[in-house]
């Protein structure tokens, strides 16, 4: 199996997180990482990907970047 990635830079991603209607969210402190309940900022924001028809986001503790990684192994995503 073949895995897509797809990147955003770091110019671009205000604009892809108003796509999603996610910056204004983020800004005021009101959306967690989905493996470690940190409060994502435009800082600390690693990953983004769709689940069960909502957006997760993914700080970059290192937890959570093996957390994410074990969950696209477990999902064969």
Known sequence: ???????????????LLTKL?????????????????EIITLENLHSIF??????????DSPEAIKLLSEYINDKNL
């Open 1 to 15: 199996m073949r895995a897509n990635l797809q990147a955003v830079h770091d110019d671009d991603l205000e604009e």
């Open 21 to 37: 209607n996610l910056l204004e969210k983020v800004k005021q402190g009101k959306i967690k990482c989905k493996f470690t309940q």
């Open 50 to 59: 769709p689940e069960e028809k909502t957006i997760k986001l993914v700080c």
